[in-house]
């Protein structure tokens, strides 16, 4: 990198540093008690975190005063932004009501029922607290009703931080092996060698690929993992061509599909698989069906479902938990989907395909190589002048740029992912999106080094 750029580098660390101070002070007092200062590690970023005192509509505030526009939703958590007021009142009448009951409660009924008929592969559902616990028992489901043990997931997919999936979520280049062969590496210390050897990776949107894996394995497949949009890898959607062939591949040899719609629900009115037409035998939620609440969901077929069921005797897969359905995430979660109906959606995406088009248009202008990836109202930026459609076309893209980028953004108001991703919520209308962008090319104007 040329001095120009470390200057410049050096001028947006200064100028975050000058409105965050606060947020330095809290940071240096939290160290004392809490590893890194935080109980999320996808949170921390250089010099250190931002630490947001509230939100309002599509606003957040931190400590220090400065209002941001959000255009991350809490990591997509809240479609309709901060404070909405008919969420606020389905969840303080419940809270009068009580937090959490030795018994079920109406509103899981009614949520499960909203959920039932809302998504077309969901015939039964169960709640848990978390994606990452949907996940867990959506494997543990497959691999009951299979009788096999080992999974296939795609590489670049985040399902949770479970061993069995904690595999090739982001790994280097050196130690990723072939794109068509993917090698399982352990995403973290920890995980067991036989679990690290127990997963095959699929290349993403590599259709021969990914079927020449399955089919050598077909007997031994439990279930095969995928996010329709891979969310941690940034924003990257699937092609029709790629979850139809995995539809098509896993339906004969008896293989569980599970889609991990966590991130991508709200593409269409019934998650990704009706945006498709692609239906798996199991989905993952959670995010924004908990309305702002801890919440997570799987459900689909009825009879792998079945092996959840008590009323008959022991289950064949017992699933305890003594805040599953906790009824403060289901009033907020069903107020939630209510508010999302299919006129809102397609105000939403439309809204969100703009802005796609205008940041691809100002990075140009800028100089800047620049690949906007994205579906629905989730977007992704990805630094590097060849396309991007799975997890390895992101290696070597310019990370230290798209931090400044970052940061220059914080220090004009406006809050992304430092990842580079986003969303937008049903808070933020046209004029918002004018902000971003008008605050977007002051940035790329002082970052670009000419």
């Known amino acids: 990198m040329t001095t120009q750029a470390i200057s410049l580098t050096t001028r947006e660390e ?19 008690y809490m590893p890194g200062g935080d109980s999320r590690s996808t949170l921390f970023y250089r010099p250190y975190p931002a630490v947001i005192d509230r939100g309002e509509g599509c606003a957040v505030v931190d400590i220090d005063g400065n209002r941001l526009l959000d255009l991350t939703g809490n990591h997509s958590s809240l479609v309709h932004g901060y404070g909405h007021p008919r969420v606020l009142s389905a969840v303080e009448r419940q809270l009068r ?3 959490c009951f030795p018994g079920s409660s109406e509103p899981q009924l009614e949520f499960a029922r909203l959920l039932c008929r809302r998504i077309p592969s969901v015939q039964r559902v169960r709640f848990t607290n978390s994606g990452t616990e949907a ?31 904690m595999v090739s979520i982001q790994p280097s280049e050196g130690e990723a092996g072939s794109r068509a062969r993917p090698t399982a590496t352990a995403h973290a ?14 290349p993403f949107n590599d259709v021969h690929g990914a ?13 095969v993992l995928v996010e329709p949009v891979l969310g941690s890898a940034g924003m990257i959607p699937a092609e029709r061509s790629y979850l139809e062939m995995l539809r098509g591949v896993t339906q004969p040899l008896g293989i569980v599909l599970i889609f991990d719609e966590v991130v991508s ?7 990704a698989q009706d945006y498709f037409g692609v239906l798996p035998d199991l989905t993952c939620l959670g995010k924004l069906i908990g309305g702002g609440f801890p919440l997570g969901a799987f459900g689909g077929r009825e009879d792998i479902m079945a092996m959840f069921d008590p009323s008959q005797g022991r289950p064949a897969i017992p699933h305890p938990g003594s805040h599953n359905a906790n009824p403060i995430g289901m009033v907020a979660g069903a107020a939630t989907l209510e508010l999302l109906d299919k006129a809102m959606l397609e105000r939403l995406n439309g809204l969100a395909g703009g802005l796609r088009d205008s940041v691809a248009s100002a990075f140009l202008e800028a100089g800047i190589p620049v690949q906007v990836t994205g579906l629905g109202s989730l977007f992704g930026l990805h630094l590097t002048d060849r396309p991007v459609r799975c997890y390895r076309d ?20 406006i ?11 049903t808070s933020i209308h046209e004029a918002e999106i004018a902000q971003f962008l008008g605050s977007l090319k002051q940035v790329l104007a002082r970052v670009t080094v000419t």
Not at 211 to 217: F, G, H, V, W, Y
């Open 265 to 271: 629900f709200r593409v269409a009115y019934g998650g």
């Open 14 to 32: 200064e100028q975050y540093h000058r409105r965050t101070p606060n947020s330095r002070r809290f940071f240096t007092e939290a160290r004392e």
């Open 97 to 99: 009501k009580g937090t």
């Open 189 to 202: 210390l920890g995980l067991p060698p036989e679990v690290v050897g127990n997963i095959t990776v699929l």
């Open 394 to 413: 992101t290696l070597g893209s310019r990370a230290d740029l798209r931090h400044q980028i970052f940061l220059g953004l914080y220090n004009e108001g």
């Open 211 to 223: 079927r020449a894996l399955i089919e050598a394995q077909g007997n031994e497949l439990a279930a």
């Open 415 to 425: 809050l992304i992912d430092p990842r580079g991703v986003g969303n937008i919520s």
């Open 135 to 165: 996940t867990l028992n959506a494997i543990r489901a497959a691999r009951a009703f299979t009788h096999r043990t080992r999974i296939a997931k795609v590489e670049g997919g985040y399902h949770g931080s479970t061993d069995d999936v």
